[in-house]
Protein backbone atom coordinates (compact mmCIF):
# COMPACT_ATOMS: atom_id res chain seq x y z
CA UNK A 1 0.00 0.00 0.00
CA UNK A 2 1.10 3.24 -1.25
CA UNK A 3 1.72 6.03 2.05
CA UNK A 4 -1.21 7.96 1.38
CA UNK A 5 -0.78 11.04 2.75
CA UNK A 6 -3.79 13.36 4.44
CA UNK A 7 -5.21 16.20 2.63
CA UNK A 8 -3.24 19.59 2.37
CA UNK A 9 -3.32 22.80 0.80
CA UNK A 10 -4.62 23.34 -2.71
CA UNK A 11 -0.54 24.05 -4.58
CA UNK A 12 1.57 22.34 -6.90
CA UNK A 13 4.72 23.19 -5.66
CA UNK A 14 7.24 21.28 -7.47
CA UNK A 15 5.13 19.01 -9.26
CA UNK A 16 4.71 18.18 -12.57
CA UNK A 17 1.96 18.62 -14.37
CA UNK A 18 0.75 17.09 -18.25
CA UNK A 19 -2.16 18.96 -19.51
CA UNK A 20 -3.63 17.31 -22.78
CA UNK A 21 -5.94 19.69 -24.71
CA UNK A 22 -4.00 22.47 -23.10
CA UNK A 23 -4.94 24.59 -26.39
CA UNK A 24 -8.35 24.97 -25.40
CA UNK A 25 -10.65 27.11 -23.53
CA UNK A 26 -10.40 24.97 -20.66
CA UNK A 27 -7.30 23.40 -20.87
CA UNK A 28 -5.05 26.83 -21.27
CA UNK A 29 -6.94 27.86 -18.55
CA UNK A 30 -5.89 24.95 -16.42
CA UNK A 31 -2.27 25.97 -17.69
CA UNK A 32 -2.69 29.23 -15.69
CA UNK A 33 -4.12 27.89 -12.71
CA UNK A 34 -1.30 25.04 -12.36
CA UNK A 35 1.40 27.67 -12.79
CA UNK A 36 0.02 30.16 -10.08
CA UNK A 37 0.13 27.04 -7.75
CA UNK A 38 3.66 26.40 -8.15
CA UNK A 39 3.26 23.45 -10.70
CA UNK A 40 5.71 22.71 -13.73
CA UNK A 41 3.42 22.54 -16.74
CA UNK A 42 4.04 20.85 -19.80
CA UNK A 43 1.08 21.77 -21.81
CA UNK A 44 0.30 19.58 -25.46
CA UNK A 45 -1.74 19.92 -27.75
CA UNK A 46 -2.78 18.94 -31.67
CA UNK A 47 -1.43 22.21 -32.87
CA UNK A 48 2.03 23.34 -33.89
CA UNK A 49 2.03 26.94 -32.46
CA UNK A 50 2.53 27.47 -29.13
CA UNK A 51 -0.02 28.93 -27.45
CA UNK A 52 2.10 30.07 -24.23
CA UNK A 53 5.26 31.08 -26.04
CA UNK A 54 7.44 33.14 -24.09
CA UNK A 55 6.30 31.98 -21.00
CA UNK A 56 9.41 29.77 -19.77
CA UNK A 57 7.59 28.12 -17.03
CA UNK A 58 5.43 26.23 -19.84
CA UNK A 59 6.79 23.21 -21.59
CA UNK A 60 4.48 22.88 -24.74
CA UNK A 61 4.58 20.14 -27.09
CA UNK A 62 2.70 18.93 -30.26
CA UNK A 63 0.77 15.75 -29.15
CA UNK A 64 -2.23 13.88 -31.16
CA UNK A 65 -3.53 11.97 -28.74
CA UNK A 66 -5.70 9.62 -30.72
CA UNK A 67 -2.21 7.84 -31.48
CA UNK A 68 -0.22 5.85 -28.86
CA UNK A 69 3.02 5.96 -30.29
CA UNK A 70 2.70 9.98 -30.19
CA UNK A 71 1.82 9.13 -26.37
CA UNK A 72 4.93 6.96 -26.04
CA UNK A 73 7.08 9.53 -27.24
CA UNK A 74 5.68 12.34 -25.26
CA UNK A 75 5.88 10.26 -22.14
CA UNK A 76 9.43 9.23 -22.61
CA UNK A 77 10.48 12.96 -23.44
CA UNK A 78 8.85 13.95 -20.00
CA UNK A 79 9.53 11.34 -17.55
CA UNK A 80 13.65 11.59 -19.22
CA UNK A 81 13.26 15.54 -18.57
CA UNK A 82 11.37 15.86 -15.22
CA UNK A 83 11.70 12.49 -13.71
CA UNK A 84 8.14 12.29 -12.77
CA UNK A 85 4.61 12.91 -13.88
CA UNK A 86 2.41 14.08 -10.68
CA UNK A 87 -0.56 15.63 -12.26
CA UNK A 88 -2.74 14.44 -15.48
CA UNK A 89 -5.38 16.74 -16.99
CA UNK A 90 -7.14 15.37 -19.49
CA UNK A 91 -9.07 17.87 -21.74
CA UNK A 92 -8.37 17.21 -25.30
CA UNK A 93 -11.94 16.49 -25.91
CA UNK A 94 -14.37 17.27 -29.23
CA UNK A 95 -18.25 17.45 -29.60
CA UNK A 96 -20.96 17.19 -31.92
CA UNK A 97 -24.86 17.28 -32.06
CA UNK A 98 -25.56 15.46 -34.76
CA UNK A 99 -29.28 13.93 -34.02
CA UNK A 100 -28.95 9.98 -33.81
CA UNK A 101 -30.85 8.90 -37.07
CA UNK A 102 -28.54 11.12 -39.20
CA UNK A 103 -24.98 10.38 -37.62
CA UNK A 104 -22.68 8.59 -39.55
CA UNK A 105 -20.05 6.17 -38.94
CA UNK A 106 -17.26 8.58 -39.65
CA UNK A 107 -18.34 11.20 -36.97
CA UNK A 108 -18.87 8.20 -34.37
CA UNK A 109 -15.35 7.08 -34.98
CA UNK A 110 -13.97 10.73 -34.89
CA UNK A 111 -16.10 11.38 -31.58
CA UNK A 112 -14.66 8.43 -30.18
CA UNK A 113 -10.87 8.22 -30.87
CA UNK A 114 -10.50 12.09 -29.87
CA UNK A 115 -13.02 11.63 -26.26
CA UNK A 116 -11.86 7.90 -25.74
CA UNK A 117 -8.97 7.20 -26.71
CA UNK A 118 -7.80 10.44 -26.42
CA UNK A 119 -8.12 9.48 -22.41
CA UNK A 120 -7.37 5.68 -22.90
CA UNK A 121 -3.86 6.50 -25.04
CA UNK A 122 -2.07 8.96 -21.98
CA UNK A 123 -3.80 6.93 -19.37
CA UNK A 124 -2.19 4.11 -20.13
CA UNK A 125 1.30 5.38 -21.05
CA UNK A 126 1.01 7.67 -17.90
CA UNK A 127 -0.59 5.25 -15.34
CA UNK A 128 2.25 2.92 -15.08
CA UNK A 129 4.85 6.09 -14.44
CA UNK A 130 2.37 6.86 -11.33
CA UNK A 131 2.09 3.37 -9.89
CA UNK A 132 6.17 2.63 -9.77
CA UNK A 133 6.34 6.47 -8.71
CA UNK A 134 4.09 5.73 -5.73
CA UNK A 135 1.61 8.69 -6.39
CA UNK A 136 -0.11 10.32 -9.26
CA UNK A 137 -3.57 12.78 -9.46
CA UNK A 138 -5.70 12.39 -12.76
CA UNK A 139 -8.99 14.49 -14.04
CA UNK A 140 -10.73 13.84 -17.02
CA UNK A 141 -13.44 15.81 -18.52
CA UNK A 142 -16.56 14.42 -18.18
CA UNK A 143 -19.72 16.06 -18.72
CA UNK A 144 -23.08 16.70 -17.67
CA UNK A 145 -24.25 14.92 -20.52
CA UNK A 146 -22.87 11.45 -19.82
CA UNK A 147 -24.98 11.91 -16.60
CA UNK A 148 -28.78 13.18 -17.62
CA UNK A 149 -28.13 12.26 -21.32
CA UNK A 150 -27.22 15.14 -23.08
CA UNK A 151 -27.61 18.64 -23.12
CA UNK A 152 -27.44 19.99 -26.82
CA UNK A 153 -24.94 17.01 -27.75
CA UNK A 154 -25.53 14.30 -29.33
CA UNK A 155 -25.62 10.66 -29.14
CA UNK A 156 -22.30 9.82 -30.03
CA UNK A 157 -20.30 12.76 -27.73
CA UNK A 158 -22.92 11.51 -24.76
CA UNK A 159 -21.63 7.91 -25.21
CA UNK A 160 -18.29 8.75 -25.56
CA UNK A 161 -17.87 11.04 -22.13
CA UNK A 162 -20.03 7.72 -20.69
CA UNK A 163 -16.74 5.26 -21.41
CA UNK A 164 -14.65 7.73 -19.58
CA UNK A 165 -16.58 8.08 -16.56
CA UNK A 166 -16.34 3.82 -16.38
CA UNK A 167 -12.77 4.06 -17.21
CA UNK A 168 -12.14 6.32 -14.40
CA UNK A 169 -13.69 5.01 -11.83
CA UNK A 170 -11.91 1.37 -12.45
CA UNK A 171 -8.60 3.57 -12.94
CA UNK A 172 -9.82 4.43 -9.06
CA UNK A 173 -10.27 1.85 -8.06
CA UNK A 174 -7.25 -0.27 -9.16
CA UNK A 175 -4.71 2.38 -8.56
CA UNK A 176 -6.08 3.16 -5.18
CA UNK A 177 -3.46 0.73 -3.47
CA UNK A 178 -0.36 2.53 -5.96
CA UNK A 179 -1.36 6.12 -4.30
CA UNK A 180 -2.96 6.83 -7.76
CA UNK A 181 -6.16 9.12 -7.93
CA UNK A 182 -8.61 9.11 -10.67
CA UNK A 183 -11.64 11.76 -10.99
CA UNK A 184 -13.93 13.25 -13.72
CA UNK A 185 -14.91 16.72 -13.56
CA UNK A 186 -18.26 16.94 -15.14
CA UNK A 187 -18.94 20.39 -16.70
CA UNK A 188 -22.34 22.12 -17.60
CA UNK A 189 -22.19 24.36 -20.21
CA UNK A 190 -19.00 25.79 -20.54
CA UNK A 191 -18.07 29.51 -22.29
CA UNK A 192 -15.49 28.39 -24.64
CA UNK A 193 -15.21 27.92 -28.86
CA UNK A 194 -16.05 24.29 -28.71
CA UNK A 195 -19.19 24.82 -26.91
CA UNK A 196 -20.50 28.48 -28.39
CA UNK A 197 -20.02 26.47 -31.89
CA UNK A 198 -22.85 23.99 -31.50
CA UNK A 199 -24.99 25.83 -29.72
CA UNK A 200 -25.10 29.30 -30.06
CA UNK A 201 -27.40 29.85 -27.19
CA UNK A 202 -28.29 32.84 -25.23
CA UNK A 203 -27.37 33.51 -21.33
CA UNK A 204 -29.12 31.08 -18.86
CA UNK A 205 -31.54 33.64 -16.94
CA UNK A 206 -31.55 32.90 -13.22
CA UNK A 207 -33.89 30.63 -12.23
CA UNK A 208 -34.06 29.02 -15.53
CA UNK A 209 -32.12 25.81 -16.60
CA UNK A 210 -29.05 27.15 -14.70
CA UNK A 211 -29.77 27.55 -11.44
CA UNK A 212 -26.81 30.25 -10.78
CA UNK A 213 -28.11 32.49 -13.56
CA UNK A 214 -24.88 32.05 -15.64
CA UNK A 215 -22.85 29.24 -18.46
CA UNK A 216 -19.65 28.10 -16.30
CA UNK A 217 -16.19 29.82 -17.28
CA UNK A 218 -12.81 28.23 -17.77
CA UNK A 219 -11.92 29.54 -14.24
CA UNK A 220 -14.85 27.57 -12.55
CA UNK A 221 -13.55 24.44 -14.29
CA UNK A 222 -9.83 24.87 -13.90
CA UNK A 223 -9.85 25.48 -9.64
CA UNK A 224 -12.05 22.44 -9.16
CA UNK A 225 -9.49 20.43 -11.51
CA UNK A 226 -6.64 22.30 -9.38
CA UNK A 227 -8.56 21.26 -6.07
CA UNK A 228 -8.93 17.37 -7.26
CA UNK A 229 -4.69 17.76 -8.41
CA UNK A 230 -3.54 18.95 -5.10
CA UNK A 231 -2.91 17.38 -2.05
CA UNK A 232 -6.47 19.76 -0.86
CA UNK A 233 -8.29 16.40 -1.90
CA UNK A 234 -6.23 13.35 -0.44
CA UNK A 235 -9.31 11.64 0.36
CA UNK A 236 -10.64 11.79 -2.48
CA UNK A 237 -11.19 9.07 -5.72
CA UNK A 238 -13.39 7.85 -7.76
CA UNK A 239 -16.00 10.56 -7.61
CA UNK A 240 -17.41 12.51 -9.98
CA UNK A 241 -17.52 16.45 -9.23
CA UNK A 242 -20.25 18.26 -11.04
CA UNK A 243 -19.30 21.99 -12.07
CA UNK A 244 -22.41 22.89 -13.33
CA UNK A 245 -24.51 25.95 -11.90
CA UNK A 246 -26.71 23.95 -10.15
CA UNK A 247 -28.41 22.28 -13.49
CA UNK A 248 -27.70 18.94 -11.61
CA UNK A 249 -28.18 18.18 -8.29
CA UNK A 250 -27.51 15.02 -6.62
Not at 95 to 112: F, G, K, Q, Y
Request: hydrophobic residues 45%.
Amino acid sequence: MANISISGPARLDGQVALVTGAAGGIGSEVVRTFLAAGANVVATDIGDANPFDGNAKVHYLRYDVTSDDATAAIVDQVVNKHGRIDALVLCAGSIANTHLVDSTDAEWESIWRVNVMGVVNPLRRIYPVMQRQGYGKIVALGSIAAKIGGVASGPAYVAAKSAVHGLMKWTAKDGAKHGVYANIIAPGPVETPMWQNVTGREPPKAHGSVPLGRFGQPEDIAQAILFLCSPASNWITGTTLDVNGGMLMD
